[in-house]
């Protein structure tokens, strides 16, 4: 038998204390005299100061100190190892990923199920031994098997969010792999089941899944400065309508920008700021007391412009793509008609535009197409179809972009290249590589639709256009899942910057997006 807590034992100190009050307490016998009068003057001027009396055997007094025995004895906490001589030995896996910072009943996932490990931890016979392994995008290891609980409490505590997404596979293949060496070694995970069922688990896992399926979150997914407009893009990845107040903050911390919003499940919102004060950098922010996940609350974006480009546009007139490529300070845009368009020009410019018309041999630069010839030389086209089902496929120059609002009439469909845009005709926007560089082609005309009316537009332009002229490329962001039990997600968040420096450059955050309808684990 051994003690979990034998500091516990200097409670035992107050057995003697009860023995030394017994000792001290004052005994008398009744007696009948003819008057009391003589008796008190002889107690007030012979009574001593301290009065030490033989104990005597009490029932009353056992009682007591047996009392006080067994609860000294249960504050020490006393174990029996009852398997001759065996130990038990266990490994605890966390989940580390970002679904696991949701906060519920006034703390995390993450530090709940801590909480709980720290209780296995403090319960556990000395001969246990117990390991930890965190399980971020890549599984590590906290402690090995130890049977010092200290030690262990100490790597409790370096427990955190370490990465977007949670890897069970390479988490469990680690544990398999230390419990082979402990026979009988039992696995413990402690998640949230977002990356939904386990693959072949160990006989010997015991799933803990921690977090309600009612999620309350609203995520900056973006934040594009163009000119003198700020993009902010929100979306709520949760299961409960949201209202918050989206904030836009200087390099000072002053708020320059404020707007309430509520968001119902799986909605979307861009909001547009114009004029805002000149900033090198802007800071978003989502100031709601109901949002139950803070990390994705701040986004930081530059405000610096790329060097400047010279673009062509091509085309017989087109008011609206004219208006968008100038929204852009950095680019410097010339426009002709497809019939003053020589190849002369193909070497004069960086960018190239081309509306309702292509040359006969494309010019060595970045190309973007809208309503290409049918047929011509250069890639395969179909006659114009309906686009009443136009549907957005997951590519990077789509970042960002909300085609949820955006209706096209018709279109020619556009065989082969990297989709963009798909109706159940085929491909209506897709990205070819001619001679290493892009060429991006738009298979319906900018009056077929509403496209230039909506905000996903100067965002489809910037990603296309203006970012590769940079050297940059849109990095893809959706919104990731937060409830248990849920499809794979991910999320990386850019740290918060301090108030008065900027953030690093290349700072993004990467969601994968999945459905918020958990199914149970």
Excluded at 459 to 477: E, K, M, Q, T, Y
Aim: aromatic share 6%; charged share 15%; glycine share 8%.
């Amino acid at each position: 038998m051994a003690l979990l807590s034998p500091l516990a034992l200097f409670a035992g100190l107050v057995i003697p204390v009860i023995i030394l009050l017994y000792m001290l307490k004052k005994r008398t016998r009744p007696k009948t005299v003819s008057s009391i009068m003589l008796w008190l003057r002889l107690e007030r001027s012979s009574a001593p100061a301290l009065r030490v009396s033989k104990l005597l055997r009490s029932l009353l007094l056992a009682l007591q100190l047996l009392a006080a025995a067994v609860l000294v004895l249960a504050l020490a906490r006393p174990v029996l190892n009852l398997t001759s001589g065996t130990s038990r030995t266990a490994i605890i896996i966390f989940d580390t990923s970002m679904s696991m910072a949701v906060a519920e009943s006034g703390s995390t996932r993450l530090e709940k199920a801590v909480s709980q490990a720290k209780g296995l931890v403090n319960g556990k016979a000395p001969g246990d031994r117990i390991a930890l392994i965190a399980m971020g995008e890549e599984a590590s290891v906290l402690s090995g098997f130890s049977a010092d609980g200290s030690a262990l409490l100490q790597a409790l505590a370096q427990v955190g969010i370490s990465s977007a997404r949670a890897n069970p596979a390479a988490a469990l293949a680690l544990a398999a792999n230390m419990a082979a060496a402990e026979e009988g070694a039992d696995i413990l995970l402690f998640s949230d089941g977002i990356f939904g069922n386990l693959v072949r688990p160990p006989d010997s896992l015991d799933f803990i899944v921690l977090g309600s399926p009612e999620v309350k979150n609203l995520v900056l997914e973006n934040v594009v400065p163009d000119g003198d407009r700020l993009y902010v893009s929100v979306y709520n990845n949760g299961t409960e309508p949201a209202e918050a107040v989206v904030a836009v903050k200087d390099r000072a911390g002053a708020i320059i920008g404020r707007r309430d919003l509520a968001l119902d499940p799986d909605q979307r919102r861009i909001l547009v700021w114009r004029n805002l004060p000149a900033s090198p950098w802007y800071k978003a922010e989502i100031i709601s007391d109901a949002d139950q996940l803070a990390l994705d609350n701040e986004y930081f974006a530059l405000a610096a412009e790329p060097a400047p480009s010279k673009l062509l546009l091509v085309s017989p007139g087109n008011l609206f793509l004219e208006r968008g490529l100038l929204l852009y300070p950095g680019l410097s845009v010339s426009r002709v008609a497809p019939e003053s368009y020589s190849s002369g020009m193909a070497e004069l410019y960086d960018l190239y535009v081309f509306d309702g018309f292509l040359p006969p041999e494309l010019p060595q630069a970045p190309v973007l197409v809208f309503d290409p010839p049918h047929p011509n030389p250069h890639f395969a086209t179909g006659p114009p179809v309906s686009a009443a089902s136009l549907r957005p496929l997951p590519h990077p120059l789509l970042t960002h972009v909300d085609f949820s609002e955006v209706s096209i009439g018709f279109g020619k469909t556009v065989v082969g290249g990297n989709g963009l845009l798909e109706t159940d005709q085929g491909l209506l926007a897709t990205e070819f590589e001619y001679q290493g560089l892009p060429l991006v082609v738009f298979g319906f005309a900018i009056q077929a639709g509403d496209l230039p009316l909506r905000p996903a537009f100067p965002i489809l332009l910037r990603n296309i256009l203006v970012l590769p002229a940079a050297g940059n490329r849109p990095f893809p962001l959706d919104s990731g899942s937060l409830c248990p039990a849920g499809a794979q997600g991910c999320m990386q968040n850019t740290p918060a910057a301090p108030q008065n420096s900027p953030p690093a450059r290349g700072c993004c955050r990467e969601y994968i997006h999945s459905s918020l309808k958990g199914k149970s684990v």
